[in-house]
């Protein structure tokens, strides 16, 4: 065998090496851990984010759903209230970045919602 042959069968071995392990990378990134796919249909949650310094801006939020766009994981559902006068959400379905959550309290009704923060009218 020439030198350019062994060379080049060098190669073609170390490629395929390659491509196993990228595939085996692959298959193991498919099996990470993802957010339960929770539904809160029939429940009305309040929702607070990372991004609210004071934590007291709430979303009030009907049948949330957790869903995926791309790599990142989103809590989506119709808002039925906030705590501020933020009239352009009120019934529009928003998708509130999931890792930007520090809190979600699960109510029956908005009522209850209502009982526990004061939203806007």
Do not use: C
């Not at 994981?73 to 019934?91: H, I, N, Q």
């Not at 908005?110 to 004061?118: I, M, N, P, S, Y």
């Amino acid at each position: 065998m020439s030198k350019s042959v062994r060379i080049a069968a060098v190669l073609i071995v170390v490629l395929v090496v390659l491509g196993g392990f990228r595939f085996v990378a692959e298959a193991r990134d498919d099996k990470k851990p993802s957010p339960a796919d929770k539904d809160f249909t029939g429940k009305v949650v309040a929702v607070l984010l990372k991004y609210d310094n004071q934590q007291s801006f709430v979303n009030a939020i009907q049948d949330a759903r957790i869903k995926r766009l791309g790599d990142t994981y989103f809590l989506t559902g119709k808002v039925v209230g906030t705590s501020r006068d933020v009239a352009w959400k009120k019934g529009a379905v928003v998708w509130l970045p999931l890792h930007e959550v520090t809190q979600i309290v699960e109510y029956d009704s908005l009522d209850e919602v209502r009982k526990a923060v004061t939203l806007a009218r």
